[in-house]
Nanobody
Framework: QVQLVESGGGVVPAGGSLRLSCEASKTIYSINTMGWYRQVPGKERELVAA???????NYADSVKGRFTISRDIAKNIVYLQMNSLKPGDTAVYYCKATMGGGGTVYWGQGTQVTVSS
């Protein structure tokens, strides 16, 4: 079992920045993929950014050049630095951990990000 706790959401004006944190209950070194997803009401949850085996990163086209995913193994935290925020980035942001081997998936509870115009 892996518990994930997100933090760092809030209300920010367009053009502003936020940094989300996802703290895992076990060492993230053992987790195959850590990712950030977001969801707005009435739409499916979508991938924002992922870090795979600690080396490769993947970003949604809509956030490339603005968002950066990183990790701190010592603290078991994965970050999402979000810059140049737009109203379209408003959503609940979720952290996801995918284990190696059987690929068990864990989700955090989500954190709300609201970008005002």
């Amino acid at each position: 079992q892996v518990q994930l706790v997100e933090s760092g959401g809030g209300v920010v004006p367009a053009g502003g920045s936020l940094r989300l944190s996802c703290e895992a209950s076990k060492t993230i070194y053992s987790i195959n993929t850590m990712g950030w997803y977001r969801q707005v009401p009435g739409k499916e949850r979508e991938l924002v950014a992922a870090i795979i085996t600690g080396r490769h990163t993947n970003y949604a086209d809509s956030v490339k050049g603005r968002f950066t995913i990183s990790r701190d193994i010592a603290k078991n935290i994965v970050y999402l630095q979000m810059n140049s925020l737009k109203p379209g980035d408003t959503a609940v942001y979720y952290c996801k951990a995918t284990m190696g081997g059987g690929g068990t998936v864990y989700w955090g509870q989500g954190t709300q990000v609201t970008v005002s115009s």
